[in-house]
């Protein structure tokens, strides 16, 4: 069965968060919306729990209120009907600007009122997140990863629809194929998504992340360090001759795509061989079996 796109409608309600695309009110609106010209007091929102975004720095608060002090909310919220509260709205997309709003002590603040599933805010709140936020590298590919476990969206339709390439999509979920302790370096912003793209291929990349924080090295420098680890493993005659640039970027678009190590064995020549995945958990282990049996 094909692939779906977006969820219903998400392409349109990007337009809402787009601050190039007009207001809804000067292009219509969307079946089951309200007018997209309310206003509503900011006690009658309240934030997503299953918002995507959990960490709003209290400097890009501050400086957010205080352009709303000057200027106001320019761009609307995108809210629903809440859900378990009656006359109560819940934020789809806008939390950060909210929160700001209250800061700059704002009575009320300009909305879109919509219909939306469960599903539909959830894949919103992410699309919102990727595409506004100033995510680090780490955030950007988690959500990426989102997009395609929850939704079955695939590399090249998350790369037309967010206006990425797919190779940045594809570099970006590589990533999450590192081990914990790599990813929160990569996390705190210890480490460049150049670093860890350097340290994908390395033996171990636990060791050589270390290294590379405490020397303070370059993307290059990296590079040349992971090299330098590989080479002892490959030097004895007796081992495995080493793997070409075709087998290991398929590794890696294996490993992107189903967000697990994957390794392929196959001798020179030959036309078979055994393709090995490493999982890290039981859960793991069964998000790859409900993969296959798609």
């Known amino acids: 069965m094909e692939r779906k796109g977006l969820g219903r409608g998400l392409s349109a309600l990007l337009a809402d968060i787009n601050p190039q695309i007009p207001p809804a009110h000067e ?68 939390e950060r600007r909210w929160r700001a709003a209250q800061r700059a002590q704002l009575h009320d603040v300009p909305v879109v009122i919509r219909e939306l599933s469960d599903t539909e805010v959830l894949e919103l709140a992410i699309i919102e997140n990727i595409q506004r ?39 970006l979920l590589r990533l999450l194929t590192l081990p914990d302790p790599v990813l929160e370096l990569l996390r705190a912003g210890r480490l460049s998504a150049g670093h860890a793209r350097a340290l994908i291929t390395a033996p171990d990349p636990v060791a050589l992340a270390r290294q590379v924080v405490e020397r303070d090295l370059s993307v290059r420098q990296t590079e040349a360090l992971v ?14 001759p080493a793997k070409d640039a075709d087998t290991r970027a398929l590794e890696q678009d294996l490993a992107a795509a189903i967000g697990m190590p994957v390794a392929i064995q196959q001798a020179p020549g ?17 998000s790859l079996c409900q993969l296959l049996s798609r």
């Open 27 to 94: 292009t219509g609106t969307a079946s089951g919306s309200s007018s997209p010209a309310d206003r509503l007091p900011i006690e009658q929102l309240r934030p997503n729990p299953h918002q995507p975004r959990r960490n709003f720095p209290e400097d890009d608060l501050e400086e957010l209120a205080a352009s709303i002090r000057e200027k106001g909310v320019i761009q609307p919220l995108i809210v629903r009907p809440h859900p378990e509260v009656p006359g109560d709205y819940e934020i789809v997309a806008g």
């Open 133 to 171: 936020a100033d995510l680090n590298p780490l955030e950007e590919a988690q959500g990426y990863r989102q997009l395609m476990d929850r939704f079955g969206h695939t590399q090249e339709r998350l790369a037309e629809a967010l206006g990425k390439s797919r190779s940045h999509i594809a570099n």
């Open 227 to 240: 090299r330098q680890a590989q080479t002892p493993r490959a030097a004895p005659a007796s081992r495995a």
């Open 270 to 286: 030959a036309q078979k061989g055994e393709l090995r995945i490493r999982y890290g958990s039981l859960e793991e282990l069964d």
